[in-house]
């Protein structure tokens, strides 16, 4: 148990212990049968310090969100953008620790799921043109609903308010059992709520704006998160800077299916930067305008979503909460066994089982706590218009169950989507069995007449008219034996064309077929890289007492894997030899890739003592989270301290490199260092 855990329990422990104190005079007034006015002024005392207790106990985990936040600050993991501007809310720089986390997040991400699995990895554009987003369906319903200050104008969401009302009035502590019920319900199902019901939970409720207490305008309206722009200097093409990086893999998604040798299942992976036009952006990382996505579309025949490495996940046992039993009443997650969650269709397919398997072993690899992570199914109400099921990671900190990862099964909503907006197929193939003998449609423009007729458009109504699916056909084909004409849309023209009966054929043939053509459904694991870093922050945060006792030092406890800096180099007092030394190591080190800090420039007369300067030092890198320490006090050998131990070994010269980096790169642990050099 750590420093920080220990102080929260002796708190708790206090206040336990007061509230039992205030108890005594009430029991003997019970056992007396005292006057009930007695009573009720003895229980409103106790009420009174229960609600002074509360509040307090309430404060520590702010008051620990304050210490994590004021460390990663002023250790430049990150700090507000613009900031000598007065800042932009919901916008934030990754100063070079913070950066150095991010990159080796990424970098443990990429060797978890790209390299594993033989992913494809692309980079797709940021801005995208309206039509993309029309076809996913994003411009309609990619969107919050807010209210409005009537008063000053502030807008806000209409969920985070009725929710914080709900949370707030729970701590109070003389509200009824069907009262707290009753909030409990509406918690459960905020996210699901109409704006006609979130509105009138707002009037029920009498919520005003936040720190104005103005009325708020009604109904919630909705408002869509994704930044708008335009391309060109007329400004006459409409465009979005995205909000996920998903619609680009899926527009492309031939491309990949071809450079793969046609063959699925297919992953494709994809990291870059997202914009979200928040309402009210809060919670640092949490809730950022402007974040990173680390995003995976695994292709799949939705006749077959199996997966040949699900055994290497099926008996992890981890904390799922089901929607069924989110919806009963005081529940909360459980530890399942995944390969019976999938068995029982609680999760809908072995991939999407393999990749919620694979997204708890890497959260875990990376330092989150496994007690503190849960996988949480979305309701019905809640899912997205395009999912068949989904589960979000959620990682427990300061702020709550903050969603970091989401797993969902996307179905083949987008490919279809794209397929019918665009006029392009997006479909694989695979070989039948036996063949089979079918009615095949055929549709044969007659590119002479369509030429003649459209010119430089020719190409456009063609690929229109080839992409009709069977029905659009028949139709077609009916009104121009009718009529001898048809109006056509071509939609990647943007307009109507009328075609003639003798610009193309169509007609039903039977032929035997081979292979079978279909929409893949697609598996989408979506991580935030920013949420999952402020959390395992969190989890990595601790304190301990200095070696005199008079004062508590910080410390991040981050696996030499995900550290910013691998280990600090340390000359014990300024001496040329030791400086040279220590330059040596810090050459061989650069050499290997290892990211480190060298000191070379204490004195003897800045420093009061040799061990009270060294100490310090200690206490610097261990509070940037560096687990290894290298002090050179001498030109042949020197002590490696591990950070959470504090533990030391002597290592030769020569061998102090590669020994720090076998253990960097996670092929040695410090457990298997000192069983070596000390066995």
């Excluded at 006459?236 to 899926?250: D, H, W």
């Excluded at 900190?397 to 179905?411: F, H, L, M």
């Excluded at 290997?592 to 100490?615: P, R």
């Amino acid at each position: 148990m750590n420093a920080t855990e220990q102080s929260l329990l002796h708190a708790f422990s206090k206040k336990s212990s007061t509230v039992e104190d205030q108890e005594m005079p009430i029991r003997p007034l019970n056992a007396s049968s005292a006057e009930k006015p007695e009573i009720d002024v003895a229980i409103g005392g106790l009420f009174d310090i229960l609600k002074a207790e509360k509040s307090v106990v309430e404060k520590e985990p702010e008051a620990f969100r304050q210490a994590v936040g004021n460390i990663l600050e002023r250790r430049l993991f990150y700090n507000p953008s613009f900031d000598i501007y007065g800042g932009i809310t919901g916008l934030l720089d990754y100063g070079p620790s913070g950066r150095l986390v991010e990159l080796n997040v990424l970098s443990l991400w990429r060797k978890f799921f790209v390299n594993e699995e033989d992913m494809l990895e692309v980079g797709c554009s940021a801005l995208t043109p309206e039509i993309v987003f029309n076809a996913s369906g994003h411009v309609k319903k990619f969107t919050d609903l807010m209210v409005k200050d009537e008063v000053n104008g502030a807008f806000h969401r209409a969920d985070h308010l009725v929710k914080g009302y709900c949370e707030s009035r729970k701590k109070d502590v003389t509200i009824s059992a069907e009262k707290a019920a009753e909030l409990d319900n509406v918690l459960a199902v905020v996210e699901d709520l109409s704006a006609e019901e979130l509105g009138a939970k707002i009037k029920e409720y009498g919520i005003t704006a936040p720190h104005t207490k103005n009325p708020l305008s009604h109904p919630p309206r909705p408002f869509n998160l994704m930044f708008q722009t335009f391309f060109g200097p007329t400004g006459s093409s409409l465009g979005y800077l995205r909000p996920e990086t998903a619609q680009g893999i899926f527009v492309n998604f031939m491309n990949y299916y071809n450079d793969n040798g046609r063959k699925l299942p297919l992953a494709v992976a994809q990291v870059g930067r997202v914009f979200r036009n928040e309402i009210s952006p809060r919670q640092g990382p949490i809730r950022a305008r402007e974040f990173l996505l680390a995003e995976i579309e695994h292709f799949v025949d939705p006749e077959n979503k199996s997966h040949p490495k699900f055994p290497d996940v099926e008996l992890l046992e981890f904390l799922m909460f089901p929607r069924e039993e989110q919806e009963k009443s005081g529940q909360s997650a459980k530890k399942l066994c995944l390969g019976e969650a999938v068995a029982k269709g609680t999760v809908n397919s072995e991939t999407l089982g393999y990749f919620i398997g694979r997204v708890y072993l890497f959260l875990v690899h990376l330092g989150i706590d496994k007690e503190r992570l849960r996988f949480r199914q979305h309701k019905a109400k809640e899912m997205a218009h395009y999912a068949a099921d989904c589960w979000d990671a959620e990682i427990e900190c300061s702020y709550g169950w903050i969603e970091c990862v989401g797993i969902a099964d996307r179905s083949a909503y987008d490919l279809c989507a794209h397929s019918e907006k665009s006029g392009v197929s997006l479909v694989a193939e695979a070989k039948l069995a036996e063949p089979k003998e079918i009615e095949k449609l055929v549709i044969t423009p007659v590119k002479k007449e369509l030429g003649v007729a459209f010119k430089a458009d020719q190409k456009n109504v063609v690929e229109a008219l080839e992409a009709m699916n069977e029905q659009e056909a028949m139709e077609l084909k009916a009104t121009l034996e009718s009529k001898g004409e048809a109006e056509f849309e071509v939609c990647t023209l943007g307009k109507n064309v009328t075609i003639k009966k003798n610009m193309v054929s169509i007609s039903k043939k039977r032929t035997e077929v081979r292979k079978r053509f279909f929409t893949p459904s697609v598996i989408e694991p979506s991580f935030g890289i920013g949420r999952i870093m402020y959390c395992l922050y969190e989890h990595c945060f601790s304190t301990r007492p200095s070696k005199a006792g008079d004062e508590q030092l910080n410390v991040f406890r981050f696996s030499p894997l995900v550290a910013p800096f691998k280990c600090t180099v340390l000359p014990l007092v300024q001496n040329q030899q030791l400086e040279e030394a220590a330059k040596v190591i810090s050459k061989q080190l650069k050499s290997d890739g290892i990211k480190h800090k060298i000191e070379i420039t204490v004195t003897l007369k800045q420093i009061e003592t040799i061990s009270a300067s060294i100490g310090k030092r200690y206490a610097r890198a261990d509070e940037l989270g560096v687990p290894f320490a290298i002090t050179v006090d001498s030109p042949t050998s020197v002590t490696i301290r591990e950070r959470d131990s504090r533990d030391q070994v002597r290592v030769s010269l020569k061998e102090v490199a590669s020994v720090v980096t076998s253990m960097a790169e996670g092929k040695k642990t410090w457990q298997d260092v000192c069983a070596r050099l000390n066995g």
